[in-house]
């Protein structure tokens, strides 16, 4: 028997339960479904919540970028414990940051880091 959607969640991207439910009311059940998405397309979702004002909602941005890149992951407990920052400076020291990044998908995210990796 599976854990329950927010639980599911809850585990794999080690958020908090309101973060949880909030993806889950704006449609996302497994992490996985995340990995199709972009940071600024969850944003205006949560946005459209009745419980979730615009600055509450852009104050989910950054995580959102760890978020949708950790969908892509086979293992995403043990990489959410890896490259904690997602600030648009951290991102830049990275040399993964563009001005449409939070534009990108999950899985444009991962390509972007693994062109990075195996560039260094």
Do not use: C
């Amino acid at each position: 028997m599976s854990p329950e959607p927010a639980q599911h969640l809850k585990q794999k991207l080690a958020i908090t339960p309101k973060t949880a439910g909030l993806l889950i009311e704006v449609g996302f059940r497994d992490y996985r479904d995340l990995r199709s998405s972009s940071p600024g397309l969850v944003v205006e979702q949560l946005k459209e919540l009745a419980t979730v004002t615009a600055a509450q909602a852009e104050g989910y941005r950054r995580g959102l970028r760890r978020m949708v890149w950790l969908a892509t992951q086979d293992e995403p407990e043990e990489q959410a414990k890896l490259n904690l920052d997602w600030t648009q400076k951290a991102l830049k020291a990275r040399g993964i940051w563009s001005d449409d990044f939070d534009t990108l998908t999950g899985e444009e995210i991962n390509q972007r880091i693994q062109a990075r990796a195996s560039s260094v």
